[in-house]
């Protein structure tokens, strides 16, 4: 069952945009999050984190938002460039065991 | 800068062949996990190390066995390899289910 979910697996946005990617939930005993972008046939490389104790956290074009009570967490990137065409991932981890959960991931494509 | 390093970038092999993935990390980190990733399926748990010889299933563990016998390196095998393991393998490694997990650069499994 998938405690990480990705419901866009696709999203279009022109250059100079916002761009949100958005990832749900299931366990409230996670208490950490994470984006991971993904080129083709390359690992993937960490973007940001949130803590459960935080709702947002910023890192330049990269914001990601913390919505605990609805179980949901956003990533946004402003403003977009054609370089962050990729597959984004969301992640999670708590006291649920010794792994991160990965949902299944959403193609950016931003259009120059 | 941090690294994980995957042996092979890409490798075919024939049904019944017994596979080894290499992966080793410069970080010192106690925990390394594999990964396998397949569309529309996101990244799957395979094994995950939190110790030197210690390992603990993932989600999908059957046909593949683990091996750390240092630190930085472990090892993923492929018993009898089958078709239905090809597939993107991915290693990581973090400080802890509280911090990012860096990834190597990914191993393309083709299993003809």
């Known amino acids: 069952d998938q405690q990480v979910k990705q419901n866009s697996p696709s999203l279009s946005v022109q250059e100079g945009r916002i761009s949100i990617l958005n990832c749900d939930y299931t366990n409230s005993m996670f208490d950490y999050f994470l984006w991971y972008k993904k080129y083709p046939a390359e690992g993937p490389t960490f973007l940001i984190s949130i803590s459960s104790i935080k709702d947002k956290n910023e890192d330049g074009r990269f914001t990601v938002f913390l919505n605990k009570s609805a179980k949901h967490l956003s990533l946004h990137i402003v403003p977009s460039q054609p370089g962050d065409s990729a597959v984004y991932f969301c992640?999670?981890?708590?006291?649920?065991?010794?792994?991160?959960?990965f949902g299944t991931g959403t193609s950016l494509t931003v259009i120059p | 800068d941090v690294k994980v390093t995957q042996s092979s970038r890409y490798l075919v092999k024939r049904t019944g062949e017994k596979v080894f993935l290499e992966c080793v990390q410069d970080?010192?980190?106690?925990?390394m996990f594999w990964y396998r990733q397949d569309p529309g399926l996101g990244l799957r748990l395979i094994y995950f190390s939190y110790d030197v010889k210690m390992k603990e299933k993932g989600d999908i563990p059957e046909g593949y066995s683990v091996s750390r016998e240092k630190k930085e390196r472990f090892s993923l095998i492929l018993e009898s390899a089958s078709t239905n393991q090809t597939s993107m393998y991915l290693c990581?490694?973090?400080?802890?289910?509280?911090?990012?997990?860096?990834f190597g650069q990914g191993t393309r499994l083709t299993v003809v």
């Open positions: 990581a490694s973090s400080l802890g289910l509280n911090h990012e997990a860096f």
């Open positions: 992640a999670a981890s708590g006291n649920t065991g010794n792994q991160f959960y």
């Open positions: 970080m010192d980190h106690e925990n």
